[in-house]
């Protein structure tokens, strides 16, 4: 079993519409957890990063973590074709450990 | 403040060559991880280093290699390079919260 687990998708979706990506995880003394970004051949770029449980807003992106039953989400308001990208989840434990990433949902946004 | 830099962006390499890669982290960060990243296995760890020590090690054979300078930059090294080895190489430093990555060293192995 992967400590991070995430669904590859390809998730497609409306402009406009709300777009929730997920991921769960194995190793409950994950403290840390991020959001990256990944256009097409390029870099990840860091989203969002929450440390232990509760939620996370930044303009129309909303991270929530649910230690209880090990959940990462990434809400994304409002859509946009711009959206359109592969995002990744990550998760650690400690500035020791090895960072732990999700496989990345694929997002389309239809115009 | 400056990202992470990585340096070259691109290169092409024949099998059996070496190549070096360089990482410039962020200001004050003084962890480099390096990344393998290819469309068929996703984003596959390498190394981290931190404070010019191998910290964290990823399932590669010896033949990827790396090391951390004393302000913080990195390189990584591959010998007796494979077709296989084509991917986009990414470095990322950290602080003890998050990690934030480079923009990649694509790597053509013909």
């Known amino acids: 079993q992967k400590e991070v687990e995430q669904d590859p998708g390809p998730l497609s979706v409306p402009e406009g519409a709300i777009v929730s990506l997920n991921c769960t995880y194995s190793?409950?003394?994950?403290?840390?957890f991020m959001w990256y970004r990944q256009y097409s051949r390029k870099g990840p770029e860091l989203l969002m990063y929450?440390?232990?449980?509760g939620n996370k807003e930044d303009g129309r992106f909303t991270a929530q973590v649910d230690k209880s039953s090990k959940y990462i989400s990434l809400f994304i308001r409002d859509s946009q074709p711009s959206d359109s990208a592969t995002y990744l989840c990550a998760s650690f434990y400690s500035s020791a450990s090895k960072i732990i990433f999700g496989s990345g949902t694929r997002l389309s946004i239809r115009p | 403040k400056a990202g992470v830099t990585q340096t070259p962006r691109y290169l092409i390499k024949t099998r059996g060559q070496q190549v070096t890669l360089s990482c410039s982290p962020i200001?004050?960060?003084?962890?480099v991880s390096w990344y393998q990243q290819t469309p068929g296995q996703g984003l596959q760890f390498l190394f981290e280093?931190?404070?010019?020590?191998?910290?964290n090690k990823g399932n590669f054979p010896g033949r990827f290699s790396g090391r951390q300078f004393s302000n913080s930059r990195s390189e990584m090294n591959v010998s007796t390079l494979e077709l296989g080895d084509s991917a986009l190489y990414l470095c990322?430093?950290?602080?003890?919260?998050?990690?934030?990555f480079g923009p990649g060293t694509r790597l053509l192995v013909l």
């Open positions: 280093y931190f404070s010019e020590t191998q910290r």
């Open positions: 990322a430093s950290s602080n003890e919260e998050t990690q934030y």
């Open positions: 929450t440390y232990s449980s």
């Open positions: 190793n409950s003394a994950f403290q840390y």
């Open positions: 200001s004050g960060h003084r962890s």
